[in-house]
């Protein structure tokens, strides 16, 4: 009966009848087990449901039919079905699972002839569901009572098992490495992704849904900022909501080198902004992109694949935002192709802003609709010091380039500038003056026109 220490005594007689002993110690051993073990890289957010915690058996011979105990904590997960995996495919699992809340007994074995040969292999996914309203953290999944079968031979009894038992972790919102802490390495992370250095996956994508509208984006990384900082985070409007922003580009001009701005009319503050751009590396080239006045407070990170997509994120840990209103909110220095002789192909792909609280603004649609009609629209600031802008919309019904001018008078209806005298493309455009003559020359206060 192992394991034991047993003290016996040899004796030995000869012919003559003379007698020798020998007295010896025999150590019996237990012979190793084979191993039931729970593995502890299952997690999920409170609410989570179908997590697969996979079940590891290493056997040293073929085993015939398996018997395990599962204990869990009912108020941080329960324990929804079993799931075979490929090496029990001719298997049946039997459990009590209802009959007790937080304990399951199962039963593994087959109705024919069949065996799980000698070796290391996941043979059960256990599925469960995380409680909405379990605390982030690690809780332990028992394994206890293995027991396997090893023969046939109804006169061999059953063999019992090393159980190892795991862990299940509670995840927590924001916790994008997953290591149990929401710190400076998860808004890094998740930067990253955001960017498309890095993918995420399982797990982390659960986690990274900070402000759960169901998309990962900028408004998440700016609850993650909240989450380390201490502040607050808002929950997603229920419904559809008027567009409290718009967001779209201007291009000075398509010289050599060229400035494309992009501009923002916001109605609330805004704490982070990510915003992509699809381009024709053929037509253009970006240079460094640059903050304005107006982001000059926040970080600003890119990522140019020069294959024709530009990602920018805009966002602070200081509290910094966008304020509301009109205007540049990044400049976009670009050199052109001089032989561009064609309409320009550049738009917004993708424009996400968020709120302090890292709620989503609603924002029009990113990319511009070719306008219906022809307007020039008031220049703002207006009173301005340094510069203005002033924006217009060209149509054109065959959807080629039409003859545009853009002039600057006095109140005397001298005229002080050309602006440009092009051809345009149908679409929205904008220019900046300076408050310079067309000989460079600063003008005198005044109104113009």
């Known amino acids: 009966q192992a394991p034991d220490t047993v003290a016996v005594e040899f004796r030995v007689v000869d012919d003559s009848g003379a007698i020798g002993t020998r007295t010896v110690t025999i150590i019996v051993k237990e012979p190793p087990q084979d191993e039931l073990t729970i593995l502890s890289d299952g997690g999920g957010i409170p609410g989570k449901k179908g997590v697969l915690i996979p079940v590891f058996f290493f056997n040293r011979q073929t085993t015939f039919g398996l018997q395990f105990d599962l204990e869990v904590n009912p108020s941080i997960v329960r324990i929804d079905s079993f799931v075979k995996a490929p090496i029990l495919s001719n298997f049946q699992v039997f459990s009590n699972l209802g009959d007790s809340l937080g304990l399951v007994r199962v039963l593994i074995l087959s109705l024919g002839r069949d065996s799980i040969p000698a070796g290391t292999d996941t043979i059960l996914f256990v599925a469960v569901s995380v409680d909405s309203l379990a605390t982030p953290g690690q809780t332990l999944l028992g394994l206890k009572n293995g027991i396997e079968s090893i023969s046939r031979d109804p006169k061999i009894p059953s063999k019992s098992l090393k159980t190892n038992s795991g862990f299940f972790t509670v995840d927590r919102f924001g916790d994008v490495n997953l290591d149990l802490e929401v710190d400076v390495q998860d808004a890094v992370s998740l930067v990253s992704f955001l960017l498309g250095d890095f993918t995420l996956i399982g797990r982390q994508v659960d986690v990274a849904d900070v402000n759960r509208d169901l998309s990962i984006d900028i408004g998440d990384l700016i609850g993650i900022i909240n989450i380390i900082l201490g502040r607050p985070i808002g929950t997603p409007p229920v419904g559809q909501r008027e567009a409290l922003a718009t967001v779209e580009l201007s291009i000075d001009s398509l010289e050599e080198a060229s400035k494309v701005s992009i501009l923002a009319n916001i109605l609330v503050p805004v704490a982070g902004a990510q915003i992509y751009l699809a381009y024709d590396p053929g037509q253009i080239a970006f240079q460094t992109p640059q903050k304005v006045q ?156």
């Open 294 to 449: 107006r982001t000059k407070d926040l970080i600003l990170q890119y990522k140019d694949d020069k294959n024709g997509n530009l990602k920018l994120l805009l966002y602070s840990f200081s509290g910094a935002i966008i304020s509301t209103g009109e205007g540049e909110i990044l400049s976009l220095p670009v050199l052109v192709n001089q032989n561009l002789n064609e309409k320009l192909n550049l738009k917004l792909s993708k424009v996400v802003l968020a709120d302090e609280k890292a709620v989503v603004i609603p924002t029009t649609p990113a990319e511009a609709l070719v306008p219906k009609n022809f307007s020039l629209s008031q220049n703002y600031p207006n009173p301005f010091n340094s510069n203005t802008i002033i924006k217009f919309e060209i149509t054109g019904s065959s959807g080629e380039p039409v003859l545009a001018t853009l002039k600057v008078y006095n109140i005397l209806g001298e005229k002080v500038k050309t602006l440009f005298e092009e051809a345009k493309y149908p679409g929205r455009y904008s220019v900046t003056w300076d408050g310079t003559n067309d000989r460079g020359e600063k003008i005198a206060s005044g109104v113009y026109l």
